[in-house]
């Protein structure tokens, strides 16, 4: 029989007098490459990111809290990642200050039409093409596919989608953009980093119409008002957390926010290599926002509509069958002539225009109204009268 044998790396050769051992590879203490450590410190934070990435799954929360005279305002954003299926599912909840203004409330969690504001509540579940979310107690989820841009949203809705992660809006979005890094050993083999960002990265945090009410600096290079930066990775390189205080960004005058003081992200991230998000069932009912999202104008008479559309848009509604729950009902609509009359004159034109429409409707329709012999009504403002067509107002009730 014969035996071979393997020395790897080594070949061993004898004499008489003398025995050499010639060896590939470098000493017996060298150590392979860390995928994060070893490399310049400025690409680090990067590095650590993809690090992460290649956990393949991992569960991520954070807060944003916004300081202000009236207490603080706390959005707090979960989920779990599934990063090389570019999939998530989460939820955002807001818990705002009991005496914050009602204009600085709508700002943060998006204004919508009738009384009270966005549901403090909405879960979110993304994937390649779509976004789903199912806001406060809806029974259904509002599918939006590809761009949402074809609704007006400022790609509010698509701002629920990040680049570094399926989920947007967390400070995994702008790690990239670390610059000025510095890092420290920390416990556990791990390091911790301190750095800064432009305001343009920042910003990629918030949706459009947000980030507009929170700042004017918008210069793509501009460094003026440099936000502070922490990040922590464990021995691996992957991240665990990070946070920045944001505090700078509240510079804009006669902002809806200026009794904001101060704004703080906080994100903490684990659950490496775990199970994957869990997404919603075929079970579970779907409306197709490209169907059911609709400006306020396109609801027809009689018809009924919800009011959250996660698009943060004003004058869209979810039009939705009149025999399920539904906020409101719309009994009338008004034309008028595309010459802008004035804000009062064109409020007082819509007030009677509805007033008329409420005495002529189905006692059906206006019976389901929450406030006997109350209702709501929409018009265009100047910028908007005479685009696209006709100024149309809109007459409704609210029904729950």
Known sequence: MIRSH???LCAVAASASLLLTACAGGGADDKPAHPVFDVPVEQQPRQALLTTQAARTASFTQTLTFTSTSGDTVQTTSGRLDFPGGRAAGSIDWAPAEDLPEEAKDTLMGVRLGAGRAPAHTEVAVEPDTIRLRAGEAGY???YEGSSDAFGTGAAVDALRGSESAFG???????????????????????????QLTVFNALRLFPKDLGSELTADIDPNGTATPVSLGMSVDARGRITGAEADLSGLLDKKDSTLDEMTGLRAVLKVGGFGASAPVMPTASERTLEAKESVVA????KKGGCADLT?????????????????????????????AAYPGYKE???MAVEACRDGYRSAPAGWTGEGVEKGQFRYTWPDETRWGVGADPVVTCYVETQ
Do not use: I, N
């Open 6 to 8: 393997l020395l790897p």
């Open 141 to 143: 989820w509002l599918r």
């Open 169 to 195: 809006g967390t400070l995994l979005e702008v790690l990239s953009g670390a610059q000025k890094v510095k890092h420290s050993p920390a416990e556990k083999g791990g390091r911790t980093y301190r750095a």
């Open 296 to 299: 306020v104008g396109e609801v």
């Open 309 to 337: 559309t996660g698009t943060r848009t004003l004058d869209m509604m979810v039009s939705v069958p009149c025999a399920q729950p539904h906020d409101v009902r719309v009994f009338a609509h008004a034309r008028f002539d």
């Open 346 to 348: 064109a409020k007082r």
